[in-house]
């Protein structure tokens, strides 16, 4: 079965849509698009009725609600209709946050804080979390933001891949249709969670004839017909909007 990510222009590459269960990587470049088409996706499932959770490890959750909230999403009365929910589960880092949270969190707002004020998030506590919110709110879109955050939590490499292998195979047994956001400064270098997904989508913002130019390139997508060509892409009032090959 497949389902609609809601990114106009997109479906078509895929064959109509994401398989549902699976877990994909979406990485790019800061710029690229990667939150948008992150809250896209799951307001997308929003209006049909599931429900979706963005898990950010690194932004405050209000300024990714504000910021998509320009868009013609409906993403405050999805919220609101508890459709759509933002978890923060990152480190907390500077002072006073916890009651600055406290201030603009509302029960309007369906906004996870965890109890850890310093520590960096290892895989194993964010899966925890994530897992608790799928089982209670019947979750069925996962949004991660990003990965980037939890892959450096140790220096010892081999233990840093083995983390990230068993979290993303602990990831495909939630029952979600999970998209993974990442950083990617070298598209040549893969990770482990790229080689362990579904799938994976890169995002680019680069110059291009003297012009900064957004695309998207399907890289991997098991099960699923497609080309690696690269396809302009451009934001409207509804969010990204695939276009045609980048000449």
């Given at each position: 079965?497949?389902?609609?990510?809601?990114?106009?222009?997109?479906?078509?590459?895929?064959?109509?849509?994401?398989?549902?269960?699976?877990?994909?990587?979406?990485?790019?470049?800061?710029?690229?698009?990667?939150?948008?088409?992150?809250?896209?996706?799951?307001?997308?499932?929003?209006?049909?009725?599931?429900?979706?959770?963005?898990?950010?490890?690194?932004?405050?959750?209000?300024?990714?609600?504000?910021?998509?909230?320009?868009?013609?999403?409906?993403?405050?009365?999805?919220?609101?209709?508890?459709?759509?929910?933002?978890?923060?589960?990152?480190?907390?880092?500077?002072?006073?946050?916890?009651?600055?949270?406290?201030?603009?969190?509302?029960?309007?707002?369906?906004?996870?804080?965890?109890?850890?004020?310093?520590?960096?998030?290892?895989?194993?506590?964010?899966?925890?979390?994530?897992?608790?919110?799928?089982?209670?709110?019947?979750?069925?879109?996962?949004?991660?933001?990003?990965?980037?955050a939890i892959r450096f939590t140790t220096r010892d490499l081999s233990l840093q891949e083995k983390?990230?292998?068993?979290?993303?195979?602990?990831?495909?047994?939630?029952?979600?249709?999970?998209?993974?956001?990442?950083?990617?400064?070298?598209?040549?270098?893969?990770?482990?969670?790229?080689?362990?997904?579904?799938?994976?989508?890169?995002?680019?913002?680069?110059?291009?004839?003297?012009?900064?130019?957004?695309?998207?390139?399907?890289?991997?997508?098991?099960?699923?017909?497609?080309?690696?060509?690269?396809?302009?892409?451009s934001f409207s009032e509804k969010g990204l909007k695939v276009e045609g090959y980048l000449e």
């Amino acid at each position: 079965m497949r389902i609609p990510t809601g990114i106009e222009g997109f479906d078509d590459l895929v064959q109509g849509g994401l398989l549902t269960e699976r877990v994909y990587v979406l990485s790019g470049p800061p710029g690229s698009g990667k939150t948008t088409f992150g809250v896209q996706f799951l307001a997308s499932g929003a209006s049909a009725g599931e429900v979706g959770l963005y898990v950010t490890l690194l932004e405050c959750p209000q300024n990714i609600i504000n910021d998509m909230s320009n868009y013609d999403m409906n993403v405050p009365g999805f919220i609101k209709m508890k459709k759509l929910l933002f978890a923060d589960l990152g480190p907390r880092m500077e002072y006073g946050y916890m009651d600055e949270v406290n201030e603009f969190i509302t029960t309007d707002y369906d906004v996870g804080t965890t109890s850890i004020e310093t520590e960096a998030p290892s895989p194993s506590m964010v899966f925890k979390e994530i897992a608790a919110y799928v089982s209670e709110y019947d979750v069925k879109r996962l949004v991660i933001d990003s990965v980037s955050a939890i892959r450096f939590t140790t220096r010892d490499l081999s233990l840093q891949e083995k983390e990230m292998s068993r979290f993303m195979r602990n990831l495909k047994k939630l029952g979600c249709t999970t998209l993974i956001l990442s950083e990617m400064t070298d598209p040549t270098a893969y990770s482990t969670e790229q080689f362990a997904a579904h799938g994976v989508i890169f995002m680019h913002n680069f110059l291009y004839d003297r012009t900064m130019t957004r695309a998207i390139q399907v890289i991997k997508m098991r099960g699923t017909k497609h080309d690696c060509n690269m396809r302009s892409v451009s934001f409207s009032e509804k969010g990204l909007k695939v276009e045609g090959y980048l000449e």
